[in-house]
């Protein structure tokens, strides 16, 4: 018999080693999430790839997938939940979508769009965070930072350069690069590093090409969060047989 288990009722096939969250991408299905890319693993910061296994919540990212587990992703609470924390993440932040040239490729706003964000609910924070333009060829706006470490992993085990950090901690950690000067021009990172191009909301941009592809045309003006997500892991697995 198959390694299998259960998403929401529906029979999911897994291969030995694989999380929950890949096997069910891996199937086609869906969990939202932002922290977790298929290059890089999981990491669970953002706490939106929550499941519901034997009654506890779960991080899908992180928990391997068992046989014959009961999984529940479809559920108004956990709705409730993962818009919440998203509601949480745009307050702590500065995350106005009108005046980002981020906008229509950002991650974050695509996944507001997914889960029927329609608010923020809390107070905003209006936090005052240092940005950086000191390089050449790529702007780092701390204010749109989420803290999911994308960028600091990325560095490390894509690019191979240890550019990023996360420094401090709870609500007074702060992107920080690894440089005596604190600045970006004094590190190694370029515009095409893997770091940067990864950034899921505005953080990390590259220079002077902000509205090179005009918005209404861009990634998720045509496509949802879902399909790209599901195009990604596919392409990843094909890429490593």
Request: net charge negative.
């Amino acid at each position: 018999m198959s390694n299998t288990f259960f998403l929401d009722g529906l029979e999911i096939p897994f291969r030995e080693g694989q999380t929950v969250l890949e096997a069910v991408l891996s199937a086609g299905r869906y969990i939202p999430h932002l922290c977790w890319r298929p290059q890089l693993g999981p990491h669970s910061s953002c706490r939106l790839c929550t499941v519901i296994i034997s009654g506890r919540p779960f991080s899908s990212c992180t928990q391997p997938a068992m046989k014959g587990q009961q999984v529940e992703c479809d559920t108004s609470e956990l709705h409730d939940l993962r818009r919440a924390v998203l509601q949480m993440i745009f307050v702590e932040g500065n995350h106005y979508c009108p005046s980002c040239e981020e906008s229509g490729n950002c991650r974050l706003q695509a996944m507001a769009y997914h889960l029927g964000l329609q608010d923020n609910h809390f107070p905003q924070q209006f936090p005052i965070r240092e940005r950086d333009s000191s390089h050449p060829d790529v702007n780092m706006d701390r204010d749109r930072c989420i803290r999911c470490e994308i960028c600091v992993r990325a560095s490390r085990y894509l690019d191979g350069k240890n550019v990023f950090g996360i420094h401090g901690r709870g609500i007074k950690s702060n992107l920080a690069v690894n440089a005596p000067s604190g600045l970006l021009k004094d590190t190694d990172v370029a515009a095409e590093d893997q770091a940067v191009t990864m950034c899921p909301t505005g953080c990390l941009t590259v220079k002077r090409v902000g509205f090179k592809v005009p918005i209404g045309e861009r990634i998720f003006d045509k496509e949802t969060i879902v399909s790209v997500a599901l195009k990604e892991f596919r392409d990843e697995e094909v890429a490593h047989g």
